[in-house]
């Protein structure tokens, strides 16, 4: 039984900063990726950061902005975000056991999604 469960989603202004969990049941840090994913309306899912036991990746777009980090204790993922943009605007989605840290396809298993609006 694999669970995974956002939270920390809301409503901010532009420059202000968020900082998303996902709490995984079922699942290890072992060898996969988990990852964060966002879609917004009207575009496609998109991928957003990844992290496994000695690697983390960032898309162009959140590079410089946005930190993931986990908690292997708690079997939990992180997504700090700064100096956030209008165009963040987006449901996030937490993903896990990832081969491909940038492919949504190659994840086993999805969290609800939390959201995330930034206002101008």
């Known amino acids: 039984q694999v669970q995974l469960v956002e939270s920390g989603g809301g409503l901010v202004q532009a420059g202000d900063s968020l900082r998303l969990s996902c709490a995984a049941s079922?699942?290890?840090?072992?060898?996969?990726?988990m990852g964060w994913f966002r879609q917004a309306p009207g575009k496609e899912r998109e991928f957003v950061a990844a992290?496994?036991?000695?690697?983390?990746t960032y898309a162009d777009s959140v590079k410089g902005r946005f930190t993931i980090s986990r908690d292997r204790a708690k079997i939990t993922v992180y997504l700090q975000m700064n100096s956030l943009k209008p165009e963040d605007t987006a449901v996030y989605y937490c993903?896990?056991?990832?081969?491909?840290?940038?492919?949504?396809?190659?994840?086993?298993?999805w969290g609800q999604g939390t959201q995330v609006t930034v206002s101008p």
């Open positions: 079922g699942v290890s840090f072992s060898r996969y990726y």
């Open positions: 992290i496994n036991w000695n690697d983390a």
């Open positions: 993903a896990a056991v990832g081969t491909k840290f940038s492919d949504a396809g190659s994840y086993g298993y």
